[in-house]
């Protein structure tokens, strides 16, 4: 058997953190943007091809 597809994985959503950007005010401004920057990278991978393979055998 045989069977070709797509599968939708929704848009995607990152979390970063980091300890100490209350006193950092350019680590806060960091983390945001990398987590931007992640989401935007992460988005075009909304659909993934896919492709399964199977045998039966009937006795």
């Not at 995607?12 to 945001?32: C, E, F, H, I, R």
């Amino acid at each position: 058997m045989l069977d070709v597809g797509a599968l939708y994985q929704g848009s995607p959503k990152a979390n970063l953190s980091a300890s100490g950007t209350l006193a950092n005010p350019q680590l806060a401004a960091d983390v945001a943007s990398a987590q931007r920057t992640a989401e935007s990278d992460a988005a075009k991978y909304r659909w993934w091809p896919m492709v399964q393979r199977g045998l039966g055998y009937r006795f």
